[in-house]
């Protein structure tokens, strides 16, 4: 069985090898993965209007699987504001589950934003090194 995160909810090394393409710039990617309990979602590259269709999808699987979730954007180079609402109505979406939202990382681009929205006590935050 293909491992993708460890128990603290991090992408295991094998999981970023398999969706890096090696310090390219890389357009927006979205993908679920339920694993050990939980929901993993990997974001990457460019999170932008581009993938929104992906992220309404893999907000919705999330919730509906009921299970804790991980958003993992340590591989996040950008994100606009398709990408910062997505993570605030999960958030918000998750807590009227009765779940919780777990940002992997992140990375400081996507910190900086929920910072300045104070938004981040929505989420738990987890070091992803």
């Known amino acids: 069985m293909f491992e993708v995160a460890d128990e603290d909810g991090a ?8 969706l890096s393409p090696g310090g390219m710039d890389v357009p927006g990617d979205v993908a679920v993965f ?3 309990g939980r929901t993993l979602i990997l974001l ?13 999808h893999s907000g ?8 804790p979730i991980f958003a993992d954007v340590r591989a996040v180079e950008s994100i606009d504001s398709v990408g910062i ?9 998750a807590r009227a589950a009765g779940t919780t939202v ?3 990382g992140p990375s400081p681009r996507v910190q900086e934003l929920l910072v300045l929205l104070d938004s981040e006590s929505l989420f738990d935050w987890v070091d992803g090194a």
């Not at 992408?11 to 398999?18: H, N, R």
């Not at 919705?60 to 299970?67: F, P, S, T, V």
């Open 102 to 104: 777990s940002l992997v």
């Open 85 to 93: 609402s997505f993570l605030i109505r999960l958030a918000g979406n």
């Open 44 to 56: 990457r590259g460019h999170v932008d209007l581009s993938v929104a269709d992906d992220l309404e």
């Open 34 to 36: 339920f694993d050990n």
């Open 60 to 67: 919705r699987d999330a919730i509906d699987a009921d299970l």
């Open 11 to 18: 992408m295991t090394d094998s999981a970023q090898d398999a």
